[in-house]
């Protein structure tokens, strides 16, 4: 099994790509050993390495998060414990659960259904796409005079150009598409 490694825009995190379907459908974020818990036990594997602080699962790849060690002392381990996991054959979840909690519930005022159908169009084509390139994902959260509500994961939680995305590139496609958005804001 050979599995690539991408960088991303955030020089903390990078994306790891075993080759393989990691996650059919959804995504995961965990942020502590405590979240991962028994729901995935890769991410609590990968936990267990000092230094990482984050396991975001993709489509096809998974991205960590580190805070000490320099990747070059802590990418070996998270390889190996990647490689043992996929080799073994068990499974990413323990269950069928993907990253939907009850606190990432929408909010939007009756009456602006229409906007925040076009908006989740334009995120779904067109944003979480590129997004996911770079080792993240972002969602729609909710809809409130003029702002967007988005939930950023993954590579882009944290990430220095993270606020340049949103403010450059997300709010101005929505604002071209969209005329009652304002402006974009993460949650």
Same mark, same amino acid.
């Given at each position: 099994?050979?599995?690539?490694?991408?960088?991303?825009?955030?020089?903390?995190?990078?994306?790891?790509?075993?080759?393989?379907?990691?996650?059919?459908?959804?995504?995961?974020?965990?942020?502590?050993?405590?979240?991962?818990?028994?729901? %995935?036990?890769?991410?609590?594997?990968?936990?267990? &390495?000092?230094?990482?602080?984050?396991?975001?699962?993709?489509?096809?790849?998974?991205?960590?998060?580190?805070?000490?060690?320099?990747?070059?002392?802590?990418?070996?381990?998270?390889?190996?414990?990647?490689?043992?996991? *996929?080799?073994?054959?068990?499974? &990413?979840? %323990?269950?069928?659960? %993907?990253?939907?909690?009850? @606190?990432?519930?929408?909010?939007?005022?009756?009456?602006?259904?229409?906007?925040?159908?076009? &908006?989740?169009?334009?995120?779904?084509?067109?944003?979480?796409?590129?997004?996911?390139?770079?080792?993240?994902?972002?969602? *729609?959260?909710?809809?409130?005079?003029?702002?967007?509500?988005?939930?950023?994961?993954?590579?882009?939680?944290?990430?220095? @150009? %993270?606020?340049?995305?949103?403010?450059?590139? &997300?709010?101005?496609?929505?604002?071209?598409?969209?005329?009652?958005?304002?402006?974009?804001?993460?949650?």
């Amino acid at each position: 099994m050979f599995i690539q490694t991408e960088s991303t825009p955030n020089p903390a995190t990078l994306k790891f790509l075993p080759g393989k379907v990691v996650m059919d459908q959804g995504t995961a974020d965990y942020r502590s050993v405590d979240e991962a818990g028994t729901a %995935s036990p890769l991410a609590a594997k990968l936990f267990g &390495i000092p230094g990482v602080t984050g396991v975001f699962y993709g489509y096809d790849f998974i991205t960590i998060t580190k805070d000490g060690p320099d990747w070059q002392h802590l990418k070996p381990a998270v390889l190996g414990t990647i490689m043992e996991h *996929f080799m073994s054959g068990a499974p &990413i979840l %323990s269950g069928a659960e %993907s990253d939907t909690p009850v @606190s990432d519930e929408e909010f939007f005022e009756d009456g602006d259904e229409v906007i925040v159908a076009t &908006i989740k169009e334009l995120l779904e084509t067109r944003v979480r796409p590129a997004v996911a390139q770079d080792g993240g994902d972002i969602t *729609f959260r909710g809809f409130r005079e003029g702002t967007v509500f988005l939930h950023m994961k993954g590579a882009c939680a944290g990430c220095p @150009s %993270s606020t340049a995305t949103l403010k450059h590139g &997300i709010q101005n496609l929505l604002k071209h598409f969209v005329p009652e958005v304002r402006e974009v804001e993460a949650v």
